[in-house]
């Protein structure tokens, strides 16, 4: 003897269909959320290793005696750094180094690094930047013992 459940349960294939068609409406909504989203995220990291490759840059001139700053760094103009700021000719950031001697005042030189970053989508140097000045002074010793 056999027993008839009239009481079906589960989903109708039109409900399911439905439930399908809802769920892409909502992934394909949230799609370009998150490539900009993830795209924003990439531009702020590049912005954050353009400044670091600035500041170690600055580092390294602070370490030389005043009278080498001109002569180190002037050959350092538009050279293509990695992440770390090692030269690298496939690097994604270009940096140039600005050695300008009695600026602003005699007596001064004044250093200023800019780091370029490269367009993610075109693969050029499309104009993004972050730069930093510091300004360097020899050290006069007075000669006289008291």
């Known amino acids: 003897m056999r027993i008839r459940c ?7 294939l039109t409900e399911s269909v439905i439930a399908l068609v809802i769920v892409a409406l909502v992934l394909a909504g949230s799609y370009p959320l998150m490539t900009s989203t993830t795209r924003k995220l990439y531009q702020a990291r590049d ?4 400044t670091t490759i600035c500041l170690a840059q600055i580092e390294r001139a602070r370490d030389m005696p005043y009278d080498q700053l001109l002569s180190a760094l002037s050959n350092d103009s538009q050279v293509r750094v990695n992440e770390t700021g090692s ?12 050695v300008t001697v009695n600026s602003p005042d005699s007596g001064l030189t004044r250093v ?3 780091t370029e970053m490269m367009n993610r989508r075109t693969g050029l140097f499309s104009g993004e930047s972050e730069s930093m000045s510091y300004i360097f002074t020899s050290y006069l ?3 006289g013992a008291s």
């Open 87 to 98: 030269t690298d000719p496939t690097g994604r950031f270009r940096r140039t180094t600005t």
């Open 6 to 12: 009239k009481a079906r349960s589960g989903f109708s």
């Open 112 to 114: 200023t690094v800019t």
């Open 141 to 143: 010793s007075s000669g």
């Open 47 to 50: 912005h954050y290793v353009a």
